[in-house]
């Protein structure tokens, strides 16, 4: 699917990506990072949040990442880069805050998830700090939707990264789009997305989320039906 604003693509972004023009796009993503190799993290997901025991496997994470393919673009932020950290250089790092105040999981007597993320980005400069409550029923934002994707990122996160690492107009693409967040908070901070997202149904829903958002009133300016 092609607009004025965001073009989506239903495929393999190893594919996909050689054929696309790089200049001024911003490559920010949550890769499937082979997590499901390092963890149990499958099985702790489908445990510990009801809401994940219809989720799809993540395609790719069976297996180690390599990122590789991915830093040819100009700017480059990916999650999760702790667990491939070998095969980057250079950069910053950063961390997204999942607690925000709230105490941490073991003090609470779990420990299912993490209660921050890592962040690497291809710019240099000081670390930062991401704050915002994202664990389970405990979220800062979107409270009341459920989620569709086991690894969803707030959209207000994604919003607070692409103001740091882009400005407005700017084209930001996401080869992993899972369920779409990346694509939103473009819609929202007024900038142009690229998405590609392997699993068709994770795809339907991005593509259904990211069309509601750049319908919206304040960017229906050069919007192509």
Known sequence: MVTADYTLYHGDCLEIIPTLGLANVVLISDPPYGIGVKTNYKSRKRGALAECN???PIIGDD?????TPLLVFPVVVLFGANYYHDKLSGGSWHVWDKLDGLKSKRELGFNDNSDCEFIWSSEPGASRIYHHRWMGAMKGS??????IHPTQKPVALMVQIINRHTVPGQIVIDP??????????CAETGRKFIG???????????KNRIEGAYLQPSLLDGFIE
Do not use: H
Request: avoid cysteine; glycine fraction near 12%; proline fraction near 6%.
């Open 54 to 56: 219809d989720f799809e």
């Open 63 to 67: 297996k180690p990442f390599d990122p």
């Open 142 to 147: 979107e409270n009341g939707q459920r989620r």
């Open 176 to 185: 992993y789009m899972g369920s779409g967040s990346t694509g939103v908070a």
């Open 196 to 206: 590609i997202e392997k699993n068709l149904d994770y795809f339907r829903m991005a």
